[in-house]
C-alpha cells in the first residue's frame, strides 16, 4: 500500500521559534497533498493544500504567513510554523493524493506531528 | 460547498455485537467518493471502507459495511461481529470526483467515539 512519513512525530519548541514538518510519500507520486490540524477529540480541519511547483492554496482563517507551506518535489512538502505560540500547539496531520488516482479517490495519512509550544 | 455531518458523538456495542454509525452528507455533484476513516488511540488515519457515488452495490470489507443512500445523501456504517480492537473514532469523509488541487480535499464530519465493551 501507498506510505506517507511525517517528521516528527513530536516536537517540543520555546514560543518564537519556527518548526518544521515533513512529510514524504515514499513509494508514490504526489502532486497534491494537504495539511490538516487537529484538536483533541475533535475532526480534522483543513489547514492548506500543497500543489507541486505552485503556491499552497490556504483555508479560510489561515495564516498564510504563520504556516509556511512548500512542496519542492512530487515525495515532500514541509508545513514551517513561524514563531510558534502556545495556541499553535495541536496534531498536525498531513494527506497525499497520488498523481495516477489509482486508489479510487483515496488519500493516505502521516502518522500525524505534535506540537507543543512552551 | 458540501458538508458532512455526523449526528452521533459517541456510541457503545458490546464485543460480538453490531453497531451502525451515521452520516449524512450535502453536496450538489453526482460524482464523489465517500469514505469511513478509524481513528484508533495512535492517532493514524486508516481507512476502513470506501464507496465510489456511481456504483449503487455497497460497499464489504470483511466485517464493515456500509448502506449507501445517494438520493437521501445518506452513507451509514455497520460494524458486524464488534472487536475490542475497533474502538476508536470514526470518520465520515466526502471527497470530489473532480481532479486538482483543492477540490480533491477530504471533508470530515465531526466523529463519532466508538466504545466497546468486554
Known amino acids: 500500500g501507498a506510505v506517507v512519513s511525517q517528521h516528527p512525530s513530536r516536537v517540543i519548541c520555546k514560543s518564537g521559534t519556527s518548526v518544521k514538518i515533513e512529510c514524504r510519500s515514499l513509494?508514490?507520486?504526489?502532486?497534491?497533498m494537504f495539511w490538516y490540524r487537529q484538536f483533541p477529540k475533535q475532526s480534522l480541519m483543513l489547514m492548506a493544500t500543497?500543489?507541486?511547483?505552485?503556491?499552497?492554496?490556504?483555508e479560510q482563517g489561515v495564516e498564510k504567513d504563520k504556516f509556511l507551506i512548500n512542496h519542492a518535489s512530487l515525495t515532500l512538502s514541509t508545513l514551517t510554523v513561524t514563531s510558534a505560540h502556545p495556541e499553535d500547539s495541536s496534531f498536525y496531520i498531513c494527506?497525499?493524493?497520488?498523481?495516477?488516482?489509482?486508489?479510487?479517490?483515496?488519500?493516505?495519512f502521516g502518522e500525524g506531528s505534535r506540537l507543543t509550544v512552551l | 460547498a458540501q458538508t458532512v455531518t455526523q449526528s452521533q458523538p459517541e456510541m457503545s456495542v458490546q464485543e460480538a455485537e453490531t453497531v451502525t454509525l451515521s452520516c449524512t452528507y450535502d453536496?450538489?455533484?453526482?460524482?464523489?467518493?465517500l469514505f469511513w476513516y478509524k481513528q484508533p488511540p495512535s492517532r493514524q488515519m486508516i481507512l476502513v471502507i470506501r464507496?465510489?457515488?456511481?456504483?449503487?452495490q455497497n460497499a464489504t470489507e470483511n466485517r464493515f459495511s456500509v448502506n449507501f443512500q445517494k438520493a437521501a445523501k445518506s452513507f451509514s456504517l455497520k460494524i458486524s461481529d464488534s472487536q475490542l480492537g475497533d474502538a476508536a473514532m470514526y470518520f465520515c469523509?466526502?471527497?470530489?470526483?473532480?481532479?486538482?488541487?483543492?477540490?480533491?480535499?477530504?471533508?470530515f464530519g465531526t466523529g463519532t467515539l466508538l466504545a466497546v465493551q468486554p
Open positions: 513509494d508514490f507520486q504526489a502532486t497534491t
Open positions: 494527506s497525499a493524493s497520488r498523481v495516477d488516482r489509482g486508489a479510487a479517490g483515496e488519500l493516505f
Open positions: 453536496t450538489s455533484e453526482s460524482d464523489y467518493y
Open positions: 500543497s500543489n507541486e511547483g505552485s503556491k499552497a492554496t490556504y
Open positions: 464507496q465510489e457515488a456511481y456504483k449503487q
Open positions: 469523509a466526502y471527497r470530489s470526483a473532480r481532479y486538482g488541487g483543492a477540490t480533491n480535499k477530504l471533508i
